[in-house]
């Protein structure tokens, strides 16, 4: 793990503000920022407060954002998007600027207790995306700090996979050699020597499965997609006139040399980022004819992809486990299913079942 430090800055007497980088073998890079402010701070430093704030979330050397801070700004609601003063106090304004910044807050609970005192929100986790931080615990305060101890787990890269090397081609399976080795077992025989039906159902699936594995081949993995799609044929151009000027100077290190290469490694800049705004803008003019691509676009953007985890059941209540979820997940699909008759291989599957029961 590297680290390098980034922005370190005086607001106070007492206070200070500091940013560490931390980066990984996966060269994903996360931006550490530390700060503490008073409820004493005047407001020239409540304004300089915000401007570092800006500048870390300008920087874009790092992949994510994490910024760790007691703000002691007790009249914000991020729940609620709720600040309880004015339009001018340095409350509305650190919430505006977090807004403008596109700052996501994870607490969501109190986080300061004193006896006798309301409880209330003090400490913020700050992110620049919504999904990164999971699990996050409030554990009792070191010591005689009236703060609790915050411990959450943050994804700072997505974890690469390769698409469709492990699924079944059911389109090209051999379903005749299957069905006629199916009916070379002797069902009634097998399904004696066992004694429950749940351990003759394991033994049927168990045999089912080992033919799809040994008669349905597996899907050949997609081929790489482009990896910018948004990048120009001109901007391609410019990356290897980049490349070319670059060996001209290892081989020739002449200033006329590295000014050219210096030129060019400004222009490619320029172009990649004017591909990039372009990209986007055409993204949003296509939204009504083509929203795929769009939100494809974006959860492209995420680092944490957006799973079903609980559903609601018939008595509107969440789920609470894996096999909640299923169950209604099996209820829906049974109440919409169609029955359009036996093919084949169903009949073989009745007939054990007959058997079975």
């Avoid at 304004?93 to 006896?115: E, G, M, S």
Wanted: proline content about 3%; some cysteine; aromatic content about 10%.
């Amino acid at each position: 793990m590297g680290r390098r430090n980034y922005i370190q800055g005086r607001l106070h007497p007492d206070q200070e503000m500091v940013f560490e980088e931390l980066s990984n073998t996966a060269k994903a890079s996360l931006l550490v920022g530390l700060c503490y402010r008073s409820l004493s701070s005047p407001r020239p430093n409540d304004d300089r407060l915000l401007e570092m704030l800006e500048a870390a979330a300008s920087n874009r050397m790092s992949s994510k954002i994490l910024i760790l801070d007691d703000f002691n700004y007790p009249s914000i609601d991020f729940v609620d998007h709720i600040v309880k003063t004015g339009d001018d106090s340095v409350e509305t304004k650190f919430f505006n600027k977090t807004q403008h910044l596109f700052l996501v807050q994870h607490v969501t609970q109190a986080t300061r207790f004193r006896q006798g005192q309301k409880a209330s929100v003090l400490d913020y986790i700050l992110t620049d995306e919504n999904n990164v931080i999971d699990n996050i615990q409030y554990e009792e305060p070191l010591g005689r700090s009236d703060h609790c101890c915050i411990t959450w787990i943050i994804t700072v890269s997505k974890a690469e996979f390769n698409h469709g090397s492990n699924k079944l081609n059911y389109m090209k399976g051999d379903y005749n050699k299957i069905r006629s080795r199916l009916a070379e077992i002797d069902w009634i025989i097998e399904f004696a020597a066992l004694d429950n039906v749940e351990d003759k159902w394991t033994y049927l699936k168990g045999k089912v499965m080992e033919l799809i594995d040994e008669h349905v081949p597996r899907k050949k993995p997609f081929p790489p997609k482009r990896k910018n799609e948004w990048i120009t044929r001109a901007t391609t151009k410019k990356i290897r006139d980049r490349c070319k000027a670059w060996k001209r100077y290892r081989n020739s290190p002449s200033i006329y040399n590295y000014d050219e290469f210096k030129r060019l490694r400004n222009e490619l800049t320029a172009s990649v980022r004017s591909d990039q705004d372009n990209y986007r803008k055409k993204l949003l003019k296509s939204f009504k004819g083509n929203p795929k691509k769009f939100f494809g676009f974006m959860r492209s953007r995420q680092t944490v992809k957006t799973k079903v985890t609980t559903l609601m059941t018939s008595d509107c209540k969440l789920t609470q486990s894996d096999e909640e979820t299923a169950d209604v997940l099996i209820n829906q699909f049974q109440s919409v299913f169609v029955d359009e008759g036996l093919d084949p291989i169903s009949n073989v599957v009745e007939s054990v079942i007959d058997m079975v029961s």
